[in-house]
């Protein structure tokens, strides 16, 4: 690299030197013509050689530029590749290290079952020893043929029957000891033949781990070319790590600017839903006492009314006796006394009547004034509505932490996890460190982004050239990095495995999909969400 910096600014400056004697030159062959010195003025085969001098200079400083901006390339390219290789070797340790397992718990069963298949040919070997010893003793005393004999020559009729029995119970111990011995035999060919399929398996297995393991040294070599060659690059493989983590930082402060709106948002959802729940709580305290209000006001009018029919019927009753008692006077007293009385309850029940209106019309005034707060509070209730939160958040916010470790994976196809969570060493480049917010999947072209759960898409934003998706699950955020284009949008509600776009090519050609999952402002490790 200090190599290709010298021959950078070796050639910067020859051409400086070139220009200035060039410059030089000319200046002199002007001064020359003027003073008529045509002996100072060089051929024009001359001037044709440093004008092509001149123009394999500039040709040479632009095939330069030209070689620093493809190293630049060629190092972020590598740099993919090598994070790709990395997550290639970490999957291919993972499937020999499983290889070795499986190879150490079968050779664990081989043991038990060769000492199974010892102990076996031990019991069968004592059955047959103790078979033939019986057979050698029968033909010894000849049983076979002289088992009536034995049975009859007995000296009393007791000595008969044990005989008898004797030679049955022995017939059939000899009959049992050859069952056993097939059966011991049975069971003796049974585990020859499941070691003799442990064997072939074990034999398979270790082929396969040693064709992994080929695989694995052919991944590292080509991790070690792809590091061997970045190490020549320092000063390049710098640069574009500090361009990508420049890069990693403005697009981590804008996902972290866009989760703070969203959660201002979700915060004034849920004071206008606290305030919606309060206007109606006051809107059906102010409607039962208006209620509550009316009927006193009806309970007292009807109170009013009836003392006022009963005060008619008195000044009624008190009219006639006055008549009555006035006509025994004369009947012109009468006549006036029935008059007099007449427009006494005349008038009493007209202001009675007036008093009873003037309350009924007090009343519906007053209903009206509540039926108008229940509209109200009916209104605020409808704009609250519209500004709160979704009910559903709580309970999707519970389905997505219940789906924990079973949630599907945000890419397509085939893929490799080429970056992990969190702080990490690249693999073979001393000193280099970066610091992931999410993960990396590496997958082939054609690869799409998906969401990983039901939800609203509350925010597409380009930065770099690529699209970045952001989904809301309740109280978590799923983040989808680097789409070449976003084929949902804002506030559109996806499901589960729905594409939300095609994820875009990086520098190697190959698809790389940067996810990170949020819980509001919490950073989480999605591995541990995922189902792989």
Known sequence: MVAQTSRRKNTTTTAVKSRKTTNTKTTKIKKGVKKGKTNAVPSNEGIRKLQHEQANLKQKMAESQNQLAT?????????????????????????????QVQIDTLNRRIDTHEKELRELEADLA??????????????RNRLTQNKLMFIFSADNFRQMYRRLRYTQEYVKYQRVQGHIIAAKEQAVREKRNILSGERTTQHHLLSQGKAQQTILEGQQRNQQVVVTDLNKKQ???????????????????????????????????????????AAEAEARKKAAEAARKAAEERRRAAEAARKAEAEARRAEAE?????????RKAEEARRRGEERAAREARAAQAREEARAAAQAKAAAAEAQRARTATEEANRATATAQQNAAAPSDARLSGSFASNQGRLPMPITGNYTISSHFGAYNVNGLNGVTLDNKG???????????RSVFDGEVTA?????GMTNVLVRHGSYITVYCNLAG?????????SARQVLG????DASGNCTLHFQLRHETQKLNPERWLRR
Request: charged share 25%; proline share 1%; hydrophobic share 40%.
């Open 235 to 277: 000063a390049e493989l710098q640069a574009t790590l500090a361009q990508q983590q420049r890069q990693f930082n403005a697009l981590n402060a804008k996902i972290d600017q866009l989760i703070r709106a969203e959660i201002e948002a979700a915060e004034r959802r849920r004071k206008a839903e606290e305030a919606r729940r």
């Open 460 to 464: 597409i934003f380009s930065m770099g």
């Open 126 to 139: 004592e059955c047959k020893r103790r078979y033939t010893r019986g057979v050698l003793y029968m033909y």
């Open 486 to 494: 976003a084929s949902v949008s804002q506030g559109q509600r996806v």
């Open 502 to 505: 095609n994820v875009a090519r």
């Open 319 to 327: 009219a006639r006796r006055k008549a009555a008692e006035a006509e």
């Open 71 to 99: 190293t630049r390339k060629d190092v972020k390219a590598q740099l993919a590749t090598l994070q790709m290789i990395n997550g290639q070797i970490s999957d291919q340790q993972k499937i020999v290290t499983g290889l």
């Open 439 to 449: 993960i990396n999947l590496t997958a082939p072209a054609g690869a799409q982004a």
